[in-house]
Structures are given as structure tokens and as C-alpha cells.
């Protein structure tokens, strides 16, 4: 969103626990927020890190502080109720899989910190709501955005010859955090067998990192598949790998609003994705993709051979969510609304 923003209007510093991997927008400052080197263990580390903010918050005396996940969250909101913070905004990504009932239980004590809590989907909103009694006049959903101005790198067939694939192979392609079984990589694993008997050319591409993939590489020999599937492991480059997908299949457990299948979707790729948390939002049933109940491999399969099986119906869908995504989901839409939440929570103080 920060490339879309006026720079002499709104003037953004990042604060990071961990170091960035890629710098999206190299004139933003990044802070990172280096851990100590002693005394490493809850809650003292929370202690100190809180503390460490609470000094940096004091001298910068932000307009607005905008947090994301659990603990920035919760600093925000004990900074807020210092004093060291005016207006604080939480993102929300996911339906919270990950947290237990501690995290819930200091949200909740707390839910009436926050100025605004913006959610990428209405089921995210929901489960803030549910979960975290947060009231719903501080709720407001806005859905993750996509950059639409990609331009073909031009070296598909490149890319196929590295990954080993013909011309005349049908690519199904997922792009997942192998370290997070909410993924479910290992579901769609086990629909290979069956996607192969009715598509011999069917080939099966997953982009990604993860401690699992050693285990995920197992599988596929377990099942006698690994001659058809390519672990690719992480990329920077990713639009190389879309470009030569001709279906992306997401088997979820547990979603936001999917930043796969939104890039799926710029890339004019039609989708097959589980039916749950944010993918009804995103993918139209029958006219941008399909969407499956969880842990339903029949279902999963029957639906991936219908769309290898009618090359029309794949260009038919991936037009679709194309148009769709331009009509919804525009990177700068996105940018605008979180200014005009800005704008109105500055003016009510």
C-alpha cells in the first residue's frame, strides 16, 4: 500500500521484530527491533521489548500506530493505555487458527483499546467479533488488494524447462508456507494419485519454504508420485511460476483472504480452493473457480480433472477472476480506504 501513498502527506516508519526479506518500498524506513541477548523467556523478552517501545513511542509521538499480529498488537494496546499512543489500528489476516487461550484471553481484556480494527474478510470480522468481543462499530473490513499491472517476463518456456516440465504438460500449482499444516499441502498430496490416473500429463508445482517440505518430499515418494511434482522451494520472482500455472489450488484448513488466490486471480488463473474462511469472497463457484468442503478428496479431484479436462472452461474462469479482481480487489482501492480510515479516526480527536 505504501507505494500508492503521498509521501509528503503521510510519513510511515516500520518497526520489525525480524528483518525483512524484501524491501517493496525502498524510501520507507525500516526499524528493526533487535531481541536481547539475555534473558531471552516469556514474559521477561515482553517486558523488555514493551519497554523499548514504550521509549520509541514517547520520542516519535506518532499520529497513528498500526499493528499487525498478536504481539504487536497486545504492545499496542498496554502503549495506548499508557498514554505513548493516541490512535492505534490492528489489521486482522486470519481467523486467529493460531491462537490459544491466553491470546484470547488478553484480547478480550483489552478490546476496548483499539480505535479500529480492520479485517481482510467478513469471516475474519465475524471471529474478531465472536472471539474477541470486539463491539462491531470499531470493525471494518477491508479485503486485501492485488497489484494489477503485471507484465509478462517473457520466459515461460524458461521456466518450464527448469522445473523440468514440457510444453504439452498441464501445470497445478500451489504457493503456500510449508511450516503452517493449516495449508493443508499434504491433502492435496494425496489427491495426486487420483489427478494422475484421469490426467497422465498433469504435473504438480509447489512454491514455498518450510521445515515440512522433507516431509512433503517423503510423501509423494510414499505415494509414487515425486516424478510429478516439483518442490520448487522459496522465490523471490514468483510471477515466473504463475505465468505457467494452468490451474492454482489452494487446500486450506483455515484462510483470511488469500493472497494466492488473489495473485492467481491478476494472473488469470482459475482456482480450486477449499471452502473456507475468506475463499468464498474471493473465488464466484462456477465462474472463477471451484470451491471444496475440507478434507473432501473426491470432491477436490473431480473438480481439478473437470477444469484439466476443458481448456476453454480454464480461459473462461481465468478471464473471470481476472475481471474480477480488477473490479475489486485493486491494489490502490485498497490503499485509498486505509487513508480514509485514517483520515476520519485524526479527525475525531
Not at 507484465?151 to 522445473?163: C, D, N, W
Not at 503452517?180 to 492435496?188: A, I
Request: charged share 25%; glycine share 6%.
Amino acid at each position: 500500500m505504501l507505494k500508492h501513498w503521498d509521501k509528503t502527506w503521510w510519513q510511515t516508519v516500520i518497526f520489525s521484530s525480524a528483518p525483512l526479506r524484501d524491501r517493496v518500498v525502498p524510501d520507507v524506513p525500516v526499524e528493526y527491533l533487535s531481541p536481547a541477548k539475555i534473558f531471552r523467556f516469556y514474559p521477561v523478552a515482553q517486558v523488555r521489548s514493551l519497554a523499548h517501545l514504550y521509549k520509541i513511542m514517547k520520542d516519535r509521538r506518532p499520529d497513528i500506530v498500526h499493528t499487525y499480529f498478536f504481539w504487536s498488537i497486545l504492545y499496542g494496546r498496554l502503549l495506548k493505555l499508557t498514554g505513548a499512543i493516541k490512535i492505534i489500528v490492528e489489521n486482522r489476516e486470519d481467523q486467529g487458527f493460531d491462537w490459544g487461550r491466553h491470546e484470547y484471553l488478553w484480547l478480550r481484556w483489552t478490546n476496548r483499546l483499539p480505535d479500529k480494527v480492520i479485517c481482510v474478510s467478513e469471516a475474519v470480522k465475524q471471529v474478531v467479533m465472536d472471539r474477541e468481543g470486539v463491539e462491531e462499530s470499531r470493525v471494518v473490513v477491508v479485503n486485501n488488494g492485488v497489484d494489477l499491472q503485471q507484465a509478462s517476463s517473457g520466459m515461460q518456456e524458461i521456466t518450464r524447462r527448469e522445473l523440468g516440465f514440457t510444453e504439452d504438460d498441464l501445470v497445478l500449482g500451489m504457493i503456500a508456507n510449508y511450516n503452517r499444516p493449516v495449508k493443508g499441502v499434504s491433502n492435496f498430496l494425496d489427491a495426486i494419485p487420483a489427478i494422475i490416473a484421469a490426467v497422465p500429463s498433469a504435473r504438480f508445482l509447489f512454491v514455498g519454504g518450510g521445515e515440512e517440505e522433507n516431509a512433503l518430499r517423503d510423501k509423494a515418494r510414499t505415494l509414487g508420485v515425486e516424478h510429478c511434482v516439483v518442490f520448487a522451494g522459496y522465490k523471490k520472482e514468483i510471477h515466473r511460476y504463475y505465468e505457467i500455472m494452468d490451474i492454482s489450488v489452494l487446500t486450506s484448513f483455515s484462510e483470511g483472504l488469500s493472497l494466492t488466490l488473489l495473485e492467481s486471480m491478476a494472473y488469470g488463473i482459475p482456482i480450486v480452493a477449499t471452502r473456507v474462511g475468506g475463499n468464498p469472497e474471493l473465488v464466484v463457484e462456477g465462474e472463477t473457480g471451484y470451491l471444496v468442503p475440507v478434507n473432501d478428496s473426491r470432491t477436490l479431484v473431480d473438480r481439478i480433472v473437470t477444469l484439466l479436462k476443458d481448456k476453454e472452461l480454464r480461459r473462461k474462469m481465468g478471464r473471470e477472476g481476472r475481471l474480477r479482481a480488477e473490479n475489486k480487489f485493486r491494489m490502490r482501492d485498497v490503499s485509498s480506504r486505509y487513508l480514509e480510515i485514517y483520515k476520519g479516526l485524526l479527525a475525531e480527536t
